[in-house]
């Protein structure tokens, strides 16, 4: 079984993470490594960031690894938050505040549609590979459920009637972005 690091600090990911691989490999997390530095996120992309944490990981450490980099992306506001999803209502990072500022900007919008979009930058003995998921959905106007984190509280995935943080981990993780990515980095991984 091979050794793979999760470049997050993120325990909801790694959480999600963690049920989906089973035990295909061997998922070790900064922690496990002693990593506690705060990876720059500093492009203007997802795939860019995705980069910039897992080439921190291996040029540092010399591990195989992936990251990922989420953002949600909203039509009716030309795609934003979308890569600065995190820091969308200041450096803080506060996803409190991130939800409120996106419900507030989609008062009275008529179009609702957004979509969660992950990238994973995998790097294994130094070669870089990205595989994208995507789930497209509808932002609705107040918080529902306390699953989940982030934007979950305020996005319904097509073709259900809960929320993300409504749902059990289970549901989300089959349907999600980073599902389907986790998905195509299994099947890549198994192929190898
Ligand atoms: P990052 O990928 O950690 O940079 O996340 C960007 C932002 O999107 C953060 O504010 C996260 O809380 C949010 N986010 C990432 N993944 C999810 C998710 O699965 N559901 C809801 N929000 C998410």
Redesign the pocket.
Known sequence: MIDLVFATN?KHKLKELSRLTGNKFHLLSLKDLNCNDDIP?TADTLEGNAALKARYIWEKFGKNCFA?????EVEALNGRPGVY??RYAGEE?N?EL?VSKVLEEMIDRKNRSAR?RTVFCLIIEGREYFFEGIVNGNLISERRGNE?????PIFIPDGFDQT?AQMPLALKNKI???GQATEKLLHFLKSL
Do not use: I, P
């Open positions: 993120n996120e990922d980099d989420t953002g949600l999803s995190a990072q996803a991130n969660f989940g984190f982030g934007y979950d993300f999600s972005h980073r």
